[in-house]
């Protein structure tokens, strides 16, 4: 059973570009969650997605960030008009359900965001 | 809001010596908290979890942790290190919604030969 996959591993752009970050849950698994780990800190919360469902984007900048988790396909995470303080480790997980409210979550290797 | 911290940001520890890693938590009601290991340039490994029950919990590579709920603390122990544990540690609780884990600041753990 394949694990949450990522990719690319490692992105870099020049300020002002775009970056599109891919990620494929687990089989079986319909929830993904995005998490943004700055140089030398731990995660942080991004977005949580459903197929075809924002539920919570409380940890999303409010500008040039985006998520979809589309009917087919993998998630996308994009990052529009980057700058430098983009550069960051983007990790996906995912979870097969909420079994009572809370589940465990399973990491992708990461995307490393190199702007520069 | 639920918080995390982990108090030691580096730890050194002599290969075959034991290891105690520290995590405390803020969160209003019973936490489900968990402990992930990131190998350097690689993604999260989940260690174990504690949910409900025993508060000893067992995981993977033979580290433990124990939740005291009196103490807020959820620390993670292993009698014996190996230079392959070297690694970082995160500790984490999710919030009631299930959706967001919360991570402490994370231990660097280094093993002596």
């Known amino acids: 059973n394949a694990g949450v996959m990522q990719n690319p591993r490692h992105l870099v752009r020049r300020r002002g570009q775009e970056a599109r970050l891919r990620c494929s849950p687990m089989k079986g698994h319909s929830h993904v969650y995005w998490y943004r780990q700055l140089p030398e800190e731990g995660l942080k919360f991004m977005v949580y997605l459903q197929k075809e469902n924002i539920i919570d984007e409380s940890g999303m900048p409010k500008e040039r960030f985006s998520a979809e988790f589309p009917k087919e396909g993998p998630s996308i995470l994009r990052i529009q008009q980057v700058v430098r303080g983009d550069s960051a480790a983007y990790f996906c997980?995912?979870?097969?359900?909420?079994?009572?409210?809370?589940?465990?979550?399973?990491f992708g290797p990461g995307t490393r965001l190199t702007v520069l | 809001a639920q918080s995390v911290t982990q108090p030691d940001i580096h730890i050194t520890v002599s290969e075959g010596a034991s290891l105690e890693l520290r995590c405390n938590y803020s969160y209003g009601a019973t936490p489900y908290l968990f402990w992930y290991v990131q190998s350097p340039g690689q993604g999260l490994q989940l260690l174990l979890k504690y949910f409900s029950g025993d508060t000893l919990v067992q995981g993977i590579k033979g580290f433990e942790a124990e939740f005291k709920r009196s103490q807020s603390s959820f620390n993670l122990r292993k009698p014996s290190v190996h230079w392959s544990d070297a690694a970082e540690y995160f500790c984490?609780?999710?919030?009631?919604?299930?959706?967001?884990?919360?991570f402490g600041g994370g231990t660097r753990l280094m093993v002596k030969p």
């Open positions: 984490a609780v999710v919030n009631n919604a299930g959706n967001m884990l919360t």
């Open positions: 997980a995912s979870s097969p359900s909420l079994a009572g409210g809370r589940d465990t979550q399973y």
